[in-house]
């Protein structure tokens, strides 16, 4: 699953959590998920629980998203690791 992929597919859930309607506080819960150290925080679930307690618009959600769908992660990584051997 490259980044894009892996934006959009947590994308579908997150846009369900937080703005369906299904769930009673997303906000809330979410709050007291991160406050109780409840699993990771991603960048994107982060970033959707601010557009839900409205603290950035929706088109500022699209631009993060956009890029986060661009992140390389493996290749960032292995580009600082070879970077920080080339250095010693």
Do not use: C, W
Request: negative net charge.
């Amino acid at each position: 699953m490259d980044a894009a992929q892996q934006v959009a597919k947590e994308s579908e859930y997150y846009d369900y959590y937080f703005f369906s309607g299904a769930i009673t506080d997303p906000v809330g819960s979410t709050l007291s998920a991160y406050n109780y150290g409840n699993g990771p925080v991603s960048p994107l679930n982060y970033a959707y629980y601010r557009a839900a307690k409205g603290e950035i618009a929706m088109d500022e959600l699209a631009k993060i998203k956009t890029q986060l769908s661009h992140n390389n992660y493996a290749k960032e990584y292995a580009d600082a690791v070879y970077k920080h051997m080339s250095l010693y």
